[in-house]
């Protein structure tokens, strides 16, 4: 396995351990976060949607999708910049320091594409 797509398998690990608490104490994530509790389901949906696509991104990492890879880097990077602003105007500052998890795996996942023959941005 690569490193780009060992990189997606500890993003999808991250995404399965992030998801798992929303989908079955989700105010506790939520307190963490200085969330309020949310007694809706869309919370725990929110949680399953996360193990879904975790799952997509470890079968990508298995099959070596290089194009998944790279499609990555942007939506993390982004998904980045939109926690930061949702953290700032809306959720609070913890929310906006998730933000580094994603661009750290995102710059991760750069580096290690760019370090491969095959793989280059």
């Known amino acids: 396995m690569s490193p780009a797509a ?6 999808a690990i991250y995404m399965t351990l992030t998801g798992l608490p929303l989908v079955f104490s989700p105010n506790t994530l939520l307190g963490i976060l200085g969330l309020p509790p949310a007694h809706e389901p869309w919370i725990r949906l929110l949680g399953m949607f996360m193990i879904v696509v975790s799952f997509y991104y470890y079968r ?4 070596e999708a290089v194009e998944f890879f790279r499609a990555t880097v942007f939506g993390r990077t982004f998904m980045g910049f ?3 602003w949702l ?16 661009w750290l795996g995102a710059a991760i996942t750069w580096f290690a594409l760019r370090s491969s023959p095959k793989g280059g941005p």
Do not use: C, D, N
């Open 87 to 102: 953290g700032l105007t809306q959720a609070g500052w913890v929310l906006a320091a998730f933000a580094v998890g994603e």
């Open 82 to 84: 939109y926690m930061v």
């Open 6 to 11: 060992k990189s997606l398998v500890g993003f």
């Open 60 to 63: 990508a990492a298995r099959s």
